[in-house]
């Protein structure tokens, strides 16, 4: 694909991420008053990007270069809720994804910055700004805060997330196919259900929403979303209800704060069974 694009494009238009980060690329159209972005990768990569846009953003002439997204991770929830698709098959041409850019309106996406104070209470404090666009990213000079694009777990199914991800720092060659890397979650949550999970999550953890302490049930995680996609394709805040919530949306200004009641939730939800537990929407956590 990187070639391909090389071929269609001038060779200064495209770069490849692992010779130098996408900072070249940005500082290279810094004198251009409107350009777009392709971002080739997951979640992780749209992230990374957009940090980067963020750092240069004093030093290029475009203030909100639009990106599209390639999705060529594992859950691609952020391309899905955007609609360039659930993962890149191989099967549309890279002329193809060039018309499909050229011809996509912009759409803004609320992102929030998540900041730690370890001293204290250990809880993140979210706040809202907007990028345009067409798991969370952090500053490596502050790594008590952080930027969110997707959403931002704490509990079991934060845990789950985390025991992939180091098995996938371990062993990189083994995680290049996504029905793979599924089932490497399945077997994580197949054995924290047979090990069991802490049932004093709610006593530990407090959550105030735009200065309101929420009154929590049992639970044993909780997700703060900011799309409506979670674990790769997931509606985990779900369809419209009478019960006084709006549609969750990525550029409204708020978050979705949601229950999970153990792993065997988790499945219920992966498996469109179930959705988790709305507590709250808010502005500010």
């Not at 070639?3 to 010779?19: D, K």
């Not at 694009?149 to 509990?155: K, L």
């Not at 409204?252 to 499945?267: A, I, N, P, S």
């Amino acid at each position: 694909m990187f070639t391909a694009f090389q071929r269609l494009l001038n060779p200064n238009q495209v770069y490849s991420l692992l010779e130098g980060g996408p900072l070249s690329g940005v500082y290279a159209f810094r004198s251009i008053s409107d350009f777009r972005v392709l971002i080739c990768g997951g979640d992780g990569t749209i992230g990374w990007v957009l940090s980067c846009l963020d750092d240069g953003v004093q030093k290029i002439k475009c203030k909100l270069p639009a990106s599209a997204v390639l999705p060529l991770g594992i859950g691609n929830d952020l391309s899905r809720v955007l609609h360039w698709g659930g993962g890149y098959s191989g099967g549309e041409s890279p002329v193809s994804l060039l018309m499909a850019i050229d011809q996509a309106h912009e759409v803004f996406l609320d992102r929030w910055c998540v900041m730690f104070d370890s001293a204290d209470t250990n809880v993140p404090e979210t706040m809202s700004n907007d990028s345009a666009l067409g798991s969370m990213g952090g500053r490596e000079d502050d790594p008590s805060i952080f930027t969110m694009n997707n959403y931002f777990g704490i509990g079991i199914g934060a845990e789950l997330c985390l025991d992939f991800h180091l098995q996938r720092e371990e062993a990189p060659d083994k995680f290049h196919s996504r029905l793979h890397n599924k089932g490497v979650y399945f077997r994580a949550g197949i054995k924290k259900m047979v090990k069991g999970y802490s049932r004093t999550f709610t006593q530990e953890v407090e959550i105030e929403i735009d200065g309101k302490k929420l009154d929590l049930p049992t639970l044993e995680g909780i997700v703060i979303l900011n799309i409506g996609s979670w674990g790769a394709g997931t509606d985990a805040w779900g369809p419209d209800k009478e019960d006084g919530h709006a549609s969750a949306c990525h550029c409204d200004g708020l978050v979705e704060v949601v229950g999970l009641q153990g792993v065997m939730h988790l499945g219920q939800i992966q498996s469109g069974i179930r959705t988790g537990i709305r507590l709250a929407q808010g502005a500010q956590v």
